[in-house]
């Protein structure tokens, strides 16, 4: 396997959502373009723009949290959006900041510090919770609702295990949309580049009367197939499109200062290739392509198809109760619908037939499979009370409750048969949880401010797994095999700053993070160590964080620029990982004994004139797997491991390796060049680079599946005229071309897959 997020065949229509939204914005743009004038810059000229953030459920300037915090907000969300990307432009675009895939658009991965997981399973936990508008992301799959008018997008590293409701030791990406307000404007932009790489995206902000607002906001993307199947025999001939359609329509209701209702409605619709899985692409004993690789072509006999349909609806409430107090309700529903369906041995035939009856290179055994979620519910309900007693104090605290039911269904395919359905396997989990949360800050002085807090979770799983057909030469039929996990944590955190003078501050923090235990089936293939008992449904255990760290942040040359630089160092006990492949080509959860992690970040914004503005990112992320008893089984297609050998035949230790998909060193810079012209137009140049160091794709160490640096640029010329309101630009993404492999598939063969290619584009804006 692995399921690349697997789809049945769907006839696209655009989300009713988006066609809503998208009508509103035609037939009511007019009016506002006639009405309105854009909204002037309130920036001081030549200095930043200061930049709040929730990081800790309140609202409060960046440079005053006392943890390490980015937020990514304007033009640089734009120019990211830009050639048709999906969550995934995000790595690397902040400190200690990765996300990947193995399911393409639909399943992203993320990771903090090194912390993330890469179960590819769909009920998979990660330990960087995804906020969207307040409300958890739990599901993998809702991690990729696409990026449109948002307000900011903050990463917070580090545990935020007392404020934030779900799976949060490594960090929280939190993205914020724009909100309603009571003035009209919007915009509509749109771009076409290469592969017919095209998006359309607008928001309209439109006051209803009285005390009521509502926005509409929508985007669509579109990528024609740009890579062909040259098996002529293959199902799908034509590969890599998508077509992704997001929307969302959000109503205000704030009669008052002391009261305002925020409804929010959003969907998603998407449809195209599922992962492309490339047999035999890595040359052996290196992490070098073969020679004469060619992105445009592969050559598969399996069926390759994706959809998903997502949608969501969420409620927050404020009360202003008085004596400096409010109340805050969010209420949050999510559900989704995705299957995905691919070719995972990457070739055609297998070498048993003889030779001509297989390629490229050796395909030992047929593997084509699906994973679908035709079910799939989750509610979330948070109270949060906060007040300012005066003198110093201020507290929250507050309740919160989840609960989430799924339904899975896996597929196995004869692909040497005409592709007939050959397995079907099925898993139920329906997981439960509450909270307690509280917090303090008390300020001692001017200079000195401590913060505290403290959450008890609760956590309950129950699953049944499903074995309905096994697939040939598999293990005989299990049938039904419960498991259930029931866990409490109590998680805190404590954090002092001082500050230097007005513009500097130094911070120290000290917290703890905690994820639920996770069950994972895995029961179309044979058992890892040949006991079904034990191996066709893995349990790991509850994972907790111990993290330390100290900082600076500073606002420098009479804010013309902003510092922030960070060092820490953090413990994982019982750390949840996924071994995957092997000659079994098994999947299961296993606890690493502890994990050790440390490095520094930094973070530079700066005006270096009134027309020029750079930022500059680094990171540096040390980890370490501190298990010497640890031993899992190791690729099974002939790989160079350089991992000593296990104590049974098969198997390594990995001891001492670093962490999957953790790169040691991250960079990222962007410079902006504006020169203004006399009739009130600007001439712009943006560029945009990210940098990440070599990566490991699994837990064992190989040659073939250590991933080369990656370093992709952006480029965009441009011209903004009447003031702002309209913008024409030329891009490019990935514009040097770097392709390499950026994961693997380990059991059958040296398959990998690989980072999007170069896309060249035009693009205008237009606001109103």
């Known amino acids: 396997m692995h399921p690349a997020l697997h789809a049945a065949p769907l006839t696209l229509r655009p989300h009713p959502l988006a066609a809503a939204a998208a009508l509103a914005l035609v037939t009511l743009a007019p009016a506002a373009w006639a009405q309105q004038q854009p909204a002037a810059d309130a920036n001081e000229a030549g200095k930043l723009q200061t930049i709040t953030v929730t990081a800790e459920r309140r609202t409060e300037n960046i440079l005053n949290v ?29 400190p200690s900041l990765n996300i990947e895939s193995s399911y393409g658009r639909a399943f992203p991965r993320f990771y903090i510090r090194g912390l993330g997981n890469t179960d590819f399973d769909l009920n998979a936990s990660q330990p960087v919770s995804l906020v969207f508008d307040d409300v958890v992301q739990e ?52 771009s076409y580049g290469t592969y017919g790489t095209s998006s359309l995206a607008g928001a309209f902000n439109l006051p209803l009367g009285g005390d009521w607002a509502a926005r509409f906001s929508a985007q669509i993307q579109h990528r024609d197939d740009w890579v062909e199947n040259t098996y002529d025999a293959g199902p799908t001939q034509k590969l890599e499109g998508y077509d992704d359609s997001a929307a969302r329509i959000q109503v205000l209701y704030a009669p008052h200062a002391d009261f305002s209702a925020l409804a929010n409605i959003h969907g998603r619709e998407m449809k195209g290739s599922a992962r492309l899985f490339r047999a035999n692409i890595i040359k052996p004993g290196t992490n070098d392509l073969v020679d004469g690789f060619d992105p445009e072509k592969i050559s598969t006999d399996g069926k390759n198809e994706q959809r998903l349909s997502s949608q969501g609806a969420n409620l927050r ?36 037939l003889g030779a001509g009856n297989y390629g490229p290179g050796e395909i030992p055994f047929a593997a084509e499979s699906a994973d679908g979620m035709p079910e799939h519910r989750q509610l979330s309900q948070e109270f949060r009370l906060e007040g300012d007693a005066g003198n110093g104090l201020k507290w929250l605290g507050g309740l919160y409750y989840f609960k989430e039911h799924l339904f899975i269904e896996s597929f196995n395919y004869d ?68 498991a259930e996990t029931r866990a409490s944590n109590t998680s805190w955190d404590l954090s002092g700053s001082y500050s230097i003078d007005k513009d500097t501050k130094v911070y120290a923090r000290v917290a703890t993070g905690f994820r639920a235990p996770s069950i994972q089936g895995r029961l179309l293939f044979p058992p890892a160590a040949g006991n079904p008992a034990t191996d066709y449904v893995t349990v790991a255990q509850p994972e907790k964080v111990l993290s330390y760290e100290a900082g600076v942040k500073a606002e420098l040359f009479d804010r013309r620029a902003r510092l922030s630089a960070s060092v820490f160092r953090y413990t994982v006990k019982d750390q949840q990982v996924t071994a995957v492949g092997g000659t079994a080509n098994f999947n299961r959860l296993v606890n690493v004994e502890r994990t050790i992690g440390q490095g520094v970040e930094l973070d530079l914004r700066a005006m270096v004139t009134d027309n020029l ?76 680079w990210a940098y990440r160091s070599q990566i490991n794709f699994f837990l064992y160490e190989a040659k073939e599946y250590t991933g080369k640096p990656l370093l992709e640029g952006g480029l965009r010329l441009g011209y903004s005229w009447d003031n702002g309101k309209y913008e024409a630009a030329i891009y ?8 390499v492999a950026v994961g693997g598939i380990d059991f059958n063969n040296l398959t990998g897959f690989i980072n999007d290619p170069r896309t060249f584009g035009a693009s205008f804006r237009m606001n109103f």
């Open 415 to 482: 692909s040497l048969g005409g592709g007939v359905q050959n397995g079907y396997a099925t898993q139920k989990q329906d997981n439960t949880a509450w909270a307690a949360f509280g917090s303090l800050n008390y300020r001692f002085s001017d200079a000195f401010e401590v913060r505290g807090g403290l959450r008890y979770t609760r956590d309950t799983k129950d699953f049944l797994a499903d074995r309905i057909t096994p697939p040939p030469f598999s293990a005989p039929f299990v049938g039904q095999i419960p």
């Open 613 to 688: 503005m750079v930022t500059l990112g680094a990171s540096y992320n040390d980890t370490k797997i501190d298990d010497p008893n640890l031993a899992i089984a190791p690729c099974g297609n002939g790989c160079t491991v350089t991992d000593p050998a296990g104590p049974t035949a098969g198997t390594v230790l990995i001891d001492g390796n670093p962490l999957p998909q953790a790169p040691k060193t991250v960079l990222n810079f962007t410079a902006r060049y504006g020169l203004p012209t006399a009739s009130g137009g600007e001439w712009f140049v943006f560029t945009d």
């Open 139 to 190: 599901n993998p799959v809702l991690k990729g609702f696409p990026l449109f008018d948002l307000a900011q997008v903050e990463v917070l590293r580090g545990p935020q295990g007392t404020l934030f409701g779900r799976n949060s030791p490594a960090g929280v990406v939190k993205f914020e949309s724009v909100k309603p307000s009571q003035k009209q404007d919007g915009f509509v932009s749109a």
């Open 66 to 94: 006392p943890q390490s915090v980015s937020a990514i907000r304007g033009e640089e969300l734009e120019v990211l959006n830009s050639g048709g990307l999906d969550v995934r432009q995000l790595a690397a675009r902040t």
């Open 317 to 352: 409430l404020r009360w202003g109760l008085g004596s400096g107090m409010t109340l805050h309700s969010i209420t949050g529903y999510e559900t989704l619908d995705a299957y995905s369906r691919g070719d995972i041995d990457g070739g055609y035939g297998a070498s048993f």
């Open 732 to 739: 490019g993404r990935n514009i040097t071309n770097q392709v």
